[in-house]
């Protein structure tokens, strides 16, 4: 009997270990895939993008701004660009997943010819900013309210407006449920996500459970390597606490952040609202689908609360 019992326990600890390395495993897995800045492989490989372009932005950026830097809480070296306009408006432009400042090139040269002064930042993990993972809009909504600091230092006065696209959206957004000064005015995000487990979910090619199953690996060692678990991002919860007026923009044909996503996002908000639906838009090009809606819009709404 005691046999038995000694064979039956060590089983018992051969399976346990053998489902601790596989879950050890699918988690590390799908952390590089998704979370990991030097991965190679990750879901951004289903936007196209073009080299070329890419750092044609990135040259005319440099040429018309200056970088400035701060320490994060955690000790990181966060890179922005400047371009200073001698405006009362400061708008904080913040780019998408494994973008940089630079990605959001369209936007940035319309807010310039718009006379704002604008402060553009390389999210952590990204572009010339310090960090071995992607925050997903998460710590780096504690970034956004240093950059924010940043900016009243040099003018306490300043009307500020936060712009984000698709991560810089779920980054606003996230800020937005924090406590901000009252100079930070307005909150435009573009085709951001309701959380981090919906988005991921989304471009897990698994059936229901075992996407549910995959997601909690990856969510413990996303806790073990940056510190933060999937579960706790979720804009959505962060915009039901906004005070500060919201603008809601989506793409009605994108397909990478499910447009029913800003119905969800725009309902959950109890601040002031609008929202923007562009006809024919896909993930984050809504700027250049119907520009001048798209920059109407958004004028219309930063006039009304500057």
């Given at each position: 009997m005691k046999?038995?019992?000694?064979?039956?326990?060590?089983?018992?600890?051969?399976?346990?270990?053998?489902?601790?390395?596989?879950?050890?495993?699918?988690?590390?897995?799908l952390y590089d895939y998704t979370l990991n800045p030097y991965s190679k492989h990750n879901i951004s490989e289903k936007i196209e993008t073009n080299e070329e372009v890419a750092q044609e932005s990135r040259q005319w950026l440099s040429e018309?701004?200056?970088?400035?830097?701060?320490?994060?809480?955690?000790?990181?070296?966060?890179?922005?660009?400047?371009?200073?306009?001698?405006?009362?408006?400061?708008?904080?432009?913040?780019?998408g997943y494994r973008g940089d400042g630079a990605s959001i090139i369209s936007p940035i040269k319309q807010?310039?010819?718009?006379?704002?002064?604008?402060?553009?930042?390389?999210?952590?993990?990204?572009?010339?900013?310090?960090?071995?993972?992607?925050?997903?809009?998460?710590?780096?909504?504690?970034?956004?309210?240093?950059?924010?600091?940043?900016?009243?230092?040099k003018d306490p006065h300043a009307s500020i407006i936060l712009y984000g696209v698709s991560m810089g959206g779920a980054t606003v957004m996230d800020v937005a449920g924090e406590k901000l000064p009252h100079q930070v005015k307005a909150i435009i995000?573009?085709?951001?996500?309701?959380?981090?487990?919906?988005?991921?979910?989304?471009?897990?090619?698994?059936?229901?459970?075992?996407?549910?199953?995959?997601?909690?690996?990856?969510?413990?060692?996303?806790?073990?390597r940056a510190g933060y678990y999937l579960e706790d991002v979720r804009p959505i919860e962060q915009v039901k606490k906004s005070q500060t007026p919201m603008l809601f923009i989506h793409g009605a044909e994108d397909n990478f952040v499910p447009f029913s996503m800003v119905n969800e996002l725009y309902n959950a908000?109890?601040?002031?609202?609008?929202?923007?639906?562009?006809?024919?838009?896909?993930?984050a090009n809504s700027c250049s689908v119907n520009s001048e809606l798209y920059y109407q819009t958004i004028f219309r709404f930063i006039e009304k609360y500057e």
């Open positions: 046999k038995i019992a000694k064979i039956i326990t060590v089983t018992m600890i051969i399976i346990v270990l053998f489902i601790s390395c596989i879950s050890l495993y699918v988690g590390n897995y018309n701004s200056v970088n400035v830097s701060l320490k994060s809480q955690d000790d990181l070296n966060l890179h922005a660009a400047y371009i200073d306009q001698n405006s009362h408006i400061y708008m904080i432009m913040v780019h807010m310039k010819k718009a006379g704002y002064n604008l402060l553009i930042p390389d999210l952590r993990g990204h572009g010339f900013s310090e960090g071995d993972y992607i925050g997903m809009g998460w710590d780096d909504r504690e970034d956004i309210i240093q950059w924010i600091d940043y900016l009243l230092s995000e573009d085709c951001g996500y309701t959380s981090v487990w919906d988005i991921f979910k989304a471009h897990i090619d698994m059936n229901n459970i075992e996407s549910e199953v995959a997601l909690h690996m990856a969510s413990l060692v996303t806790k073990i908000a109890t601040c002031p609202k609008e929202k923007l639906v562009i006809q024919g838009a896909g993930h």
